[in-house]
């Protein structure tokens, strides 16, 4: 037994020394292989008659007539361009190649590579056994903790640009939050409860509203009914806080329910403009259920203190809550550079600053702001107005586009009453893609940048807004290659159908000199070699 574990660990190494060594003498093996069949050809040229086949062909070639090659040429041309528009599309649609996709899942394995290779040694243990990492955390979905009305806000862009902003994936699953926050235990649901059950998972709005009157007749205490019609029916924020003053007085002590309708009660004030009253209960919200930190109600606090410029109150609440131990957002990344930023922009000066250096100060913003754009790099886009903004979505991926656009959303204005904050930023940060490290496996503050936030933000934002990519992809080989051959064609059948002549020179000119050390190189085999020896092999 000892000896058998003693060389256990022996043995991957030495497995792993010989598949090296394979894989490096095989290059070589093959090179030398290819140059054996070379001379044996050149040997053999004379009982395989190859010159005269040579001959053959280029008799056959020269009888070609110049229409042969426009439409060889022409043909191709046609070929690749389809090809071309096809590559496009695809990575258009998919975000990488076709061709180097099929490659890669097909026909690595028939080569001999390893799947997926480059995740190797990312994540190691500290035996250096790899483990494997999903992206499950990384790419895991949050209610958006500043959620607009349904039926006050959302609906009323529909009526306006006819444009549905919310996804169907998008409301699926504010309908699962909806029956797991509000119905919990689904072996004791009362007759309305079975009711709401069914609403939640209603895709069609008039539908669920329906069934919410269908619950109230059956109870008329039933909350989760008036909470659904302060969501989709009322028309406007003072209605939606009337269902939700009704709704909180039949709550009773349902937990989940209480907390999600006083939160929303908050936000109508925030809304209506009473900001003091929101700011209060949300704090009386926060003391009262310390342990619902994951709704984030912290970040509907941020957003309304920054509305009344309490900033000494927004960092109070940073303090608590931009710790290494929490998860980050880019509410609290964003709003911490804000802070720092508003207390030097105001005399910034990008020209004064390259003479005389950065201050302490200043560092200090430039660094939040830096810090704050590798957590989620497209928010500047959205707060300097390079990219125009849509309303946002109920759900958001940390890091994600979504999230971007649900923070610039209702921060952009806090951005721009700081003077000179949207001038430093506009200065500054850019500086980050410096600083992180490439390739993007690694990470400068954070965990590397999770490469699946454009599939998820795709299904999180409708259709007609451009989903922000980061990094950017660049064009795969295969499409530039594809152009570059439909070009080369194209120009090649045009040339030649408008100077068949001239082309014909040419490409005799061409395939002289392409084969000229061919010829240079069997002229010195056949004067170093003794004309005896040449005799013999060729006899063989």
């Known amino acids: 037994m000892a000896d058998s574990s003693g060389r256990n660990p022996q043995s991957p190494g030495f497995t792993e020394k010989l598949k090296s060594w394979l894989c490096w003498s095989w290059t070589y093996i093959c090179a030398l292989w290819f140059a054996m069949v070379l001379t044996m050809v050149y040997v053999l040229r004379s009982p395989l008659k190859l010159q005269e086949t040579v001959n053959a062909a280029s008799v056959f070639l020269n009888t ?3 229409k042969f090659y426009v439409a060889l040429t022409g043909t191709s041309s046609l070929i690749s361009g389809l090809i071309l528009i096809f590559e496009w599309w695809y990575f ?14 097909h026909l690595r394995p028939l080569l001999g590579g390893v799947e997926n290779s480059s995740s190797v040694g990312l994540f190691s243990s500290v035996n250096g056994d790899t483990e494997p990492r999903t992206n499950v955390a990384e790419c895991k979905v949050w209610r958006n903790p500043l959620n607009l009305f349904r039926g006050a806000e959302y609906s009323r862009y529909t009526w306006v640009t006819g444009k549905e902003p919310l996804t169907y994936y998008d409301m699926n699953l504010s309908a699962q939050d909806h029956q797991t926050f509000f119905l919990g235990d689904t072996q004791q649901l009362r ?12 895709r069609n709005p008039q539908a669920r509203i329906r069934a919410a009157y269908q619950a109230i007749e059956l109870n008329r205490e039933c909350a989760a009914a008036y909470v659904l019609l302060a969501e989709e029916e009322a028309t406007t924020i003072t209605e939606a806080e009337r269902l939700f003053k009704q709704a909180l007085k039949s709550a009773g002590k349902d937990t989940n329910l209480v907390v999600y309708i006083k939160r929303r009660l908050a936000m109508c004030a925030r809304k209506l403009g009473r900001i003091k009253e929101a700011v209060k209960m949300m704090r009386d919200l926060m003391k009262e259920f310390p342990l619902l930190g994951m709704l984030n109600i912290h970040e509907n606090l941020l957003e309304a203190l920054l509305e009344l410029q309490a900033y000494a109150d927004v960092q109070a609440v940073l303090a608590k809550y931009d710790d290494i131990s929490l998860p980050k957002s880019a509410t609290i990344c964003y709003t911490s550079a804000l802070l720092k930023a508003r207390a030097v922009s105001d005399k910034f000066s990008p020209e004064a600053a390259s003479r005389r250096g950065l201050s302490t100060a200043e560092m200090n913003a430039v660094e939040a702001i830096h810090r704050a754009v590798e957590f989620n790099p497209h928010v500047p886009k959205y707060l300097l107005e390079m990219k125009s903004l849509i309303l946002p979505p109920e759900h958001i991926l940390k890091r994600g586009d979504s999230e971007a656009v649900a923070y610039a959303f209702f921060h952009l204005q806090h951005w721009k009453r700081a003077e000179g904050a949207l001038n430093l930023l506009h200065c500054t940060w850019e500086g980050t893609f410096r600083i992180i490290p490439y390739p993007l496996e690694k990470g400068h503050l954070f965990y590397p940048y999770p490469g699946c ?13 451009e989903v922000s990519v980061y990094p950017k992809k660049e064009l795969p080989f295969f499409i530039l290659f594809t152009a570059g051959l439909c070009s080369f064609c194209a120009m090649l059948a045009m040339l030649t159908h408008q100077f068949p002549e001239l082309m014909g020179v040419f490409v005799k000119a061409f395939f002289s000199t392409l084969f000229a050390p061919l010829g240079f190189f069997a002229d010195k085999m056949e004067n170093f070699m003794p004309s005896c020896l040449w005799h013999q092999l060729t006899n063989v």
């Not at 007759?191 to 069914?198: R, W």
């Open 64 to 66: 070609l007539t110049p």
């Open 92 to 105: 258009r649609k998919y975000g990488t190649s076709f061709i180097e996709q099929v490659s890669v899942s």
């Open 191 to 202: 007759p309305e409860d079975s009711v709401m059950q069914k609403a939640w998972r209603e």
């Open 453 to 465: 936030t454009e599939t998820a933000d795709r299904e999180l934002l409708p259709s007609f807004h």
